[in-house]
């Protein structure tokens, strides 16, 4: 099956920090979504981007598809971002998820 | 809130046991997914069903069993339940079988004693 590699596993930072996160993949997949779990367990959708790039807020995210790798950008980042950050693709129905970065934002 | 309604949130039970859980899936949505998120395994695809049929099957146990009903909602069950079925287990969404976009429901954690 489909590979998911995310880097770095765990990242602290001071507020104010930024970050970029990377997702690589073994293969063409449909969709790619970033998501972020917080403390409570809860997984909140922060992109669905299978290619391209966009922008919410202090967040931002890349999909190269062609080269099978995606970028999330934390600009200025808050306490709150703390949590872990996945990164998922789909191929036929099964979203394939990485093992996630942890991120620590300190005060 | 995204939606997604699964419960109960919390469920502990004894080893053996059998356990339903429950999601229903947002507004529109056809599909439904389950996973599983443990310690050792993360996040693993279980199974999904589209408009009241199975369409994928990923890891799951022959223990585990799903179904939809004719209202979309769907009912995850677990038997003879074991230790390591410790978990969270999330239902999540989309408007079709082909993938636009998954929405998640804030999980059942289920712990056995």
């Known amino acids: 099956g489909i590979q998911v590699e995310q880097s770095p596993p765990d990242l602290i930072l001071q507020e104010g920090a930024n970050s970029t996160l990377r997702c690589n993949f073994s293969?063409?997949?449909?969709?790619l979504q970033w998501f972020h779990q917080n403390p409570w367990g809860q997984l909140i959708n922060l992109f669905y981007?299978?290619?391209g790039t966009k922008q919410n807020g202090r967040l931002s995210a890349t999909t190269v598809a062609t080269e099978r790798y995606s970028l999330l950008y934390i600009s200025s980042s808050q306490t709150t971002d703390s949590g872990v950050y996945f990164c998922a693709v789909a191929v036929y129905g099964k979203l394939t998820f990485g093992q996630g970065t942890i991120l620590t934002v300190h005060p | 809130d995204s939606g997604v309604t699964q419960t109960p949130k919390h469920l502990i039970t004894a080893t053996g046991q059998r356990v339903t859980l429950r999601c229903s899936p947002r507004s529109g949505d056809l599909s439904v997914y389950w996973y599983q998120q443990s310690l050792d395994q993360g996040l693993q695809f279980l199974i999904q069903y589209y408009n009241g049929e199975e369409r994928a099957k990923g890891n799951i146990l022959e223990r585990f069993s799903a179904q939809q009903f004719p209202d979309l909602h769907s009912e995850l069950n677990l038997s003879s339940l074991e230790l390591g079925d410790s978990a969270l287990y999330f239902c999540?969404?989309?408007?079709?079988?082909?993938?636009?976009?998954?929405?998640f429901g804030s999980g059942t954690r289920l712990t056995v004693v």
């Open positions: 999540a969404s989309s408007v079709g079988a082909e993938i636009y976009g998954y929405t």
């Open positions: 981007i299978p290619s």
């Open positions: 293969d063409s997949v449909n969709n």
